[in-house]
């Protein structure tokens, strides 16, 4: 954009100290962690411990972004993007930098995270993050630029986790701000209208990147019959087929739809996706045999524990505990 | 409040002009009547910008937004940049308004950040709600020739977006030079934009670039439609009325 050069903002410089105008909080730069379109994120040093602090020179966009992350924050019972906590001006040199600081995620790129770990994972992780959409949606909003930049996966046990909530878009208004790969309307598959179906197609294309690393471009026509063809030629992506073309044909109203129709995949995939890690990695593979003679075994006592822990649980449910 | 309608004209060319009036001076009249000019310049990969001072100028003075782009990024770019000239316009209508409340030298920077807030969200009301009017003007000699097929692409893609909106949209392109004339009008003031590929194949393009004609003319159709709409609808921006 016309802005991109004047944006000063992108050069502070490690050990700077950033004083906030109003609320008076000061943050240490430690480091860069991007740069986007709007400003550029830095990590810092504060009475809070490690933040993120973004830093831009537009207020009206600053503070867009802030409407966004702290109508996320207030979100009750679920994470949803990172934690908000200020925003303020900071003065230097007589110019004004809007900057906003937020919670600091200490995460790995989706991909890298799938690949270091196995790609049992994507299902996984995609069970996760359809949930929070369904909560998202549930108050009202649509995420819009869905893709694996903006996910990060942290923590142990781990977990997805948002950055870039700037595409945020309340529902029945259109999209903000969208990525051409995973953008329904660039493949001529649906409208930019915000819906949770906007999402659900994005999320596709997220399973469909993770077997397609470097992406394609769409065709000149037919891009359902296109993106069929690339999903059967995939070993990665041909279980995921039958959720993979609702999503993408706008058959789910919902996130809960898609995400129950993965679980129950996954579940049944579960005992052919052992057998594939066996042969994908030696190391597994003599622990697995070993296992495999008392597999059935473990299985049935699994069955029972499990049983009774539902048992336990739906009779101290039945009793009013907790009411 | 009733909400005006937005008139966005976006110039879409790869070079400078070389003939008639010229078109700095075009798009700071067309500013003069409530119009905002944006320039989009379409390069080829390795492409020289000789263009890019007077794309930039032209965009300066018609109060919008220009931006050079690859063809293959055209159509993200054109939706981008209707976008944000839109809301740009309504920022600097919503400037105006703040000063009426906060006193002449205030700016939204002085409102503490809690506030400013409430003002991106009228911002993005009505951006979202107002009425829109796009004339879209495209060079067509002969080094865009070939860059044709990829405009008609991000027209459409334009539209996507655009009617994705609530509020209503009005679509109307202009080609230059054209066939007989300097410019010549392809579609006339519609609200659809899908007819587009009975359009395009039609182009044939020459040799001379009037970018300057070109403005001239989209000031004169805006000019047009507004007389034809007469005198009972009122074209000022906002307007208080009873909620
Ligand atoms: N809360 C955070 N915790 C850790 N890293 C972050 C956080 N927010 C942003 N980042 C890093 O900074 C980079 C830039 O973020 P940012 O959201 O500003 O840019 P962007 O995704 O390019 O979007 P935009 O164009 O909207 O500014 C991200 O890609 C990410 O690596």
């Known amino acids: ?323 | 409040m009733k909400k005006g309608t937005l008139r966005q004209i976006l110039l879409i060319t790869d070079g400078c002009s070389n003939q008639g009036e010229d078109p700095v001076a075009m798009a700071a009249l067309a500013r003069e009547y409530g119009m905002t000019v944006n320039v989009i310049g379409v390069l080829e990969e390795n492409e020289r910008t000789d263009g890019l001072k007077e794309i930039e100028n032209i965009a300066l003075s018609g109060g919008g937004i220009h931006q050079l782009v690859y063809a293959r990024q055209l159509s993200h770019t054109v939706q981008m940049v209707t976008r944000k000239a839109m809301t740009q316009t309504i920022q600097g209508f919503i400037h105006k308004e703040l000063q009426t409340i906060l006193g002449s030298d205030k700016e939204i920077e002085d409102l503490p950040p809690e506030k400013r807030g409430q003002v991106v969200e009228v911002v993005d009301d009505l951006g979202e709600t107002m009425d829109l009017e796009v004339l879209i003007l495209i060079d067509t000699s002969a080094s865009m020739q070939h860059k044709l097929p990829t405009v008609e692409d991000a027209l459409l893609d334009l539209s996507i977006s655009l009617h994705s909106r609530i509020g209503q949209n009005e679509y109307s392109l202009y080609a230059f030079p054209g066939r007989k004339k300097q410019v010549e009008r392809l579609m006339d003031w519609t609200p659809q934009m899908k007819d587009i590929h009975k359009i395009f194949p039609k182009l044939s393009s020459g040799g001379v670039t009037p970018t300057g004609p070109a403005l001239k003319e989209a000031i004169d159709a805006y000019q047009k439609k507004r007389s034809k709409r007469g005198m009972l609808e009122d074209d000022g921006f906002i307007e208080e009325s009873g909620s």
């Not at chain 1, 050990?15 to 740069?35: A, D, F, P």
């Not at chain 1, 594939?276 to 069955?303: A, D, G, I, L, P």
Request: contains cysteine; hydrophobic residues 35%; aromatic residues 12%.
């Open chain 1, 1 to 323: 954009m016309t802005d991109s050069s004047k944006n000063q903002a992108a050069n502070v410089s490690y050990g700077t100290k950033i004083r906030g105008k109003w609320n008076n909080e000061c943050y240490q730069i430690e480091k860069r962690l991007g740069n986007g379109a709007l400003g550029t994120v830095y990590l810092a040093n504060s009475r809070k411990g490690h933040v993120a602090v973004k830093v831009g020179n537009d207020t009206m966009s600053i503070s867009s972004e802030v409407n966004v992350l702290k109508q996320l924050s207030k979100v009750q019972g679920s994470v949803l993007g990172p934690f908000f906590y200020e925003m303020d001006d900071w003065e230097v040199n007589g110019k004004r930098h809007p900057f906003y600081v937020m919670e600091y995620i200490h995460g790995e790129p989706l991909f890298s995270f799938i690949q270091r770990r196995g790609k049992e994972w994507l299902g996984i992780l995609m069970l996760q993050l359809l949930r929070d959409l369904s909560v998202l949606h549930r108050e009202g909003w649509v995420f819009g630029d869905l893709k694996p930049d903006n996910l990060l996966v942290e923590g142990a046990p781990p977990k997805m986790r948002w950055l870039d909530v700037g595409g945020t878009t309340v529902i029945g208004r259109s999209v903000k701000e969208f990525t051409e790969f995973f953008d329904r309307g660039y493949w001529g598959l649906g409208s930019r209208v915000a819906e949770p179906s906007y999402d659900l197609f994005s999320t596709a294309m997220i399973i469909i990147n993770a077997a397609y690393p470097k992406r394609f471009d769409r065709p000149k026509e037919n891009s359902e019959a296109y993106l069929m063809n690339k999903i059967d030629s995939s070993s990665i992506l041909k279980p995921y087929r039958t959720i993979l073309r609702k999503a993408l044909t706008g058959k789910y109203q919902h996130a809960l739809d898609m995400r129950n129709e993965l679980f129950t995949l996954l579940q049944e995939d579960n005992p052919k996706s052992t057998a594939r890690v066996k042969t994908t990695s030696r190391v597994t593979t003599r622990k697995q045999s070993k296992k495999t003679k008392n597999h059935k075994r473990t299985r049935w006592v699994e069955t029972v524990l499990l049983f009774a822990l539902i048992l336990t649980i739906y009779t101290l449910y039945l009793v009013g505990y907790g009411f």
